[in-house]
């Protein structure tokens, strides 16, 4: 999951994962549409392709990269589990402070109400 996030992070290479989503496309067809030197692309490519989001096909002289929809859904699910961890906690908290009697009543832990 680590690698998968830490791919993510980037928004270059989140733009990757968008645009092979729609379709292969070659790396140099991928560094066309960026402000960064061919070399730089493949590196981006390179990290989504160690995440499992992306897979690289060559077909001649051209590496075609391709979005995995299973990674895409993997880590949509990790983030689906991660909100649900912390929609719990703040329902518990939520919780536990409607419980709370508040300053305007005697309360032994606090003293009388001023």
């Known amino acids: 999951m680590d690698q998968l996030f830490h ?3 980037d928004g270059t290479r989140r733009d990757i994962l968008r645009r092979c989503g729609r379709g292969e496309l070659s790396v140099s067809r ?11 692309v493949q590196k981006h490519v ?11 096909e060559r077909r ?7 979005t995995d929809p299973d990674a895409v859904s993997r880590a949509r699910a990790a983030l689906d ?3 649900a961890t912390w929609r719990g906690r703040v329902d518990r908290m939520a919780h536990l402070l409607a419980l709370d009697p ?3 009543t005697d309360n032994p ?3 009388p109400a001023r």
């Open 109 to 111: 832990t606090r003293g």
């Open 102 to 104: 508040g300053p305007e």
């Open 30 to 40: 991928l560094a066309e549409a960026y402000p960064m030197s061919f070399a730089a």
């Open 46 to 56: 390179a990290v989504l392709e160690r995440a499992g989001l992306v897979s690289k």
């Open 81 to 83: 589990e991660l909100e």
């Open 60 to 66: 001649g002289r051209e590496q075609l990269v391709r």
């Open 7 to 9: 791919a993510l992070a």
